[in-house]
């Protein structure tokens, strides 16, 4: 097939879901490749990620080819009986199959599928990104004095109050007075 | 309006043709719905839900620009220049000059594309020194000239549904759209990732927004009168 042929045959057939079908699969590669490749992460939560980024793909890729197909043959029910007006019905759908596979079907498919599978994987306590570890604490937090100790051993510097010096400190400390 | 005349929508139909339009409304819906999505789940905190949603609109709107304004220009322009080149007999990319010109010809009905074609075939025939030589011409010298233009009409300089056909559009179109794909491919699955995360950080940071910092708690002595 000579180059002229192949961009004729491109020229002639192009699909509106040819794009989406190839951004997915060359992410199903370079995805997992660009997060193994980051060197500030941990290599666990690495491996975590790159493997939760490759069967989001692995489930995009198919799905972006599927659904515009689908639609297109649903054009047939309709029974348009004009040619150019059945040509624009089936790239309509097409495109309207590649949104609703972007914006609906992927996100749907990924939290039903991704989600448990990664968790049967990785021990839910092994988990390195627990989205229940980003809550803010709601407890009320007491705010006490803080008492200053001076480091070079000269409590003349801090007001007495602030280090009340009792006997009782040095009760079991090992040190003996007068023995 | 019957459902067949809202899905052959010949609109729409226009305005989604082409890889690189169809990426950019993609990326665009994208740019709303995913953080729209992330905005709406009642599992995550206030403060990681702003910083989740406002990094993946970054995200996307970041992409879409580096998509529609550098690497589809860069990636259309030059393959067509190379198959200008490579392709040296061919009407239709002698025609159109870029891209642009082409598509917005490929949009036309039949009898435009015709039309299109005269005014072309015009504006070789019509350069200046040309059209001087042509109007100092008696009327059975100016017949004879338009005759030798029409015989001149299977060469490329004059432009008809004769020399640029469907197979030579296919042509053109083809070089479109495959430079497109290539663009989209290496754009939206190399380069945005590389480049787009390491802007987004100094972004977010620049308006306020930190992924290690908290939303501010509430004052104590205001804890104390809600208890």
Known sequence: ??????????????????????????????????????????????????????????????????????????????????????????????????????????????????????????????????????????????ETPKVQISQTGNNEIYPRSAHQVSIANFANTGMKVGG | MSIQNIISNPTFYNMTQGTATQMGIKTGLNSVARPGFILMDGDIDPHTKKFSASKEFLYQAISLAMYLGIIIPVFQKGAYSLAQKHFKDSAVLKAFNNPEQFKAFKKLTDSEKIQRLAELSKKVISNPEEFRAFKKLTPEQRTEEIAKLKAKSQSSDVFTRKNITEEDEALANGIVETSSLLGTVIGLAIVAPLTATKLIHPILKGIGLDKDKKAPEQPVQQLNQQA
């Open chain 1, 1 to 142: 097939m000579s180059l002229e042929s192949t961009l004729k045959y491109i020229g002639k057939n192009v699909k509106p879901y040819w794009p989406t079908v190839a951004v997915a699969s060359a992410e199903l590669v370079f995805r997992p490749l660009f997060t193994m490749m980051d060197k500030k992460s941990p290599e666990e939560t690495k491996k975590y990620t790159a493997l939760r980024e490759g069967i989001t793909e692995l489930i995009a890729a198919p799905t972006y080819l599927a659904l515009p197909v689908l639609a297109a043959k649903a054009s047939g029910l309709l029974k348009i009986k004009d040619a150019k007006a059945e040509k624009m019905a089936k790239h309509n759908l097409q495109i309207l199959g590649t949104w609703v596979a972007a914006l609906v079907v992927i996100p749907g498919l990924c939290s039903a599928v991704v989600k448990p599978f990664m968790d049967k994987i990785y021990d839910k306590k092994d988990k390195p990104e627990d989205k229940k570890l980003d809550i803010t604490s709601k407890t009320i937090e007491i």
